[in-house]
């Protein structure tokens, strides 16, 4: 479900502005980051440390 709804986000804009300006690879796209803190936030996880050792 979150999936769809992240499909609809136009993210082209946003992943246009990181391959100019940041030197190497975008480590993860953009609508994988948005779906994770998306599905994040619906469980109560706020913080970026405990997101991060929930992965």
């Known amino acids: 479900m979150i999936e769809n709804a992240i499909g609809l986000v ?26 994770l803190l998306t599905y994040s936030y619906c469980r109560g996880i706020r913080l970026g440390r405990v997101i991060e050792h929930s992965m």
Request: glycine fraction near 12%.
């Open 10 to 35: 136009d993210m082209l804009g946003y992943e246009a502005i990181c391959k100019v300006d940041c030197p190497g690879q975008v480590p993860f796209s953009a609508g994988y980051a948005l779906a």
